[in-house]
């Protein structure tokens, strides 16, 4: 299934649904590491080189699309999955356009996103 060796960033700032989301990474061999928030994501990049991020796009703070959005500003071509629960009009379109490699509500169905972070981690 996954690539054992690939990590798999989960920002989320519920805790039950970033430990949840990280089961499910790591259910598919991926090595998962759960963060609360985009700005202690962002903080982790010096040392972590994930190989997908999945980003909640509501969050407290730094949202999913403003974390995305100052991944790119780094030169970064991190592999980003953006998740949410409210589906606003136009932001689907926002996030593909800021480079999300896929847009995906919650709840999510598992070979949905197992697929989603597979395309990503291959490219």
């Given at each position: 299934m996954g690539d054992?060796?690939?990590?798999?960033?989960?920002?989320?700032?519920?805790?039950?649904?970033r430990r949840a989301l990280c089961r499910l990474v790591l259910s598919l061999t991926y090595r998962p590491v759960g963060f609360?928030?985009?700005?202690?994501?962002?903080?982790?990049?010096?040392?972590?080189?994930?190989s997908c991020a999945?980003?909640?796009?509501?969050?407290?703070?730094?949202?999913g699309?403003?974390?995305?959005?100052r991944v790119r500003l780094r030169?970064?071509?991190?592999?980003?999955i953006i998740i949410t629960a409210l589906d606003q009009p136009g932001m689907r379109e926002k996030c593909f356009e800021a480079g999300a490699a896929a847009y995906l509500l919650k709840p999510l169905e598992r070979s949905m996103f197992s697929n989603a972070i597979q395309v990503a981690i291959a490219g």
């Open positions: 054992t060796g690939a990590v798999v960033a989960i920002v989320d700032d519920d805790e039950l649904v609360s928030s985009g700005e202690e994501f962002l903080a982790s990049l010096g040392e972590l080189e994930p999945v980003l909640d796009l509501h969050m407290p703070g730094l949202q699309l403003e974390v995305l959005v030169g970064m071509n991190l592999p980003v």
